[in-house]
Each structure stands twice: as structure tokens, then as C-alpha cells.
């Protein structure tokens, strides 16, 4: 292992919240959605049938585009995985 060069390397225990819905629209999601002291109080939330993951805080649901470029859905279905999404991330806690 002396060829690598890490530049971090750390354990912490986390929470994984595991969902699988269906919006409105029939559109079916299943999600893991993990919280770690990492990501300066956002979460990581996986689409765990097409494996396309992304670090989201609730400022992230207001940009126009970035669940549809992520996840790979369209409009509709983003703002319904947005709506979903609000109630889950809450609110971004900067820690040190």
C-alpha cells in the first residue's frame, strides 16, 4: 500500500434511512438516505435502483436542475422527490 498517497481516511458511525415511495405521478423511489458529520450538515441520498448518488441540503432543492441532472428524472418528478426530499434533509447545521 506504500504507492498510495491518502489524503483522508476516516471511520464515524452514521444513520442510513432506507425508503422506497411512489410519488403522484407513479414514479417509484427507493432511497437511502445517509447522515454523517461529514457533509457539513447536508445528507447523502442514494437512488439506490439506478446507484446515482448526491450530497443535498435543502439550499440544493431550490436550485432549478440539480435533482433532475443527478438523478436523472424530469421536471415533474423532481419537484415531487423535492417535496419528499424538503421534509427529510431539514435544516443545513455548519459544525466545526
Not at 447536508?42 to 441540503?57: E, M, N, Y
Amino acid at each position: 500500500m506504500k504507492d498510495f498517497d491518502y489524503l483522508s481516511d476516516s471511520t464515524e458511525q452514521t444513520s442510513t434511512r432506507f425508503v422506497t415511495l411512489v410519488t403522484p405521478s407513479l414514479k417509484r423511489f427507493d432511497l437511502a438516505i445517509l447522515t454523517t458529520n461529514r457533509f457539513y450538515g447536508k445528507k447523502l441520498v442514494t437512488d439506490l435502483q439506478f446507484g446515482r448518488s448526491a450530497i443535498l441540503g435543502p439550499d440544493d432543492l431550490e436550485e432549478e436542475g440539480v435533482l433532475e441532472s443527478v438523478f436523472r428524472i424530469n421536471e415533474e418528478e423532481a419537484a415531487e422527490l423535492a417535496q419528499f426530499l424538503t421534509l427529510v434533509l431539514g435544516e443545513v447545521q455548519f459544525t466545526d
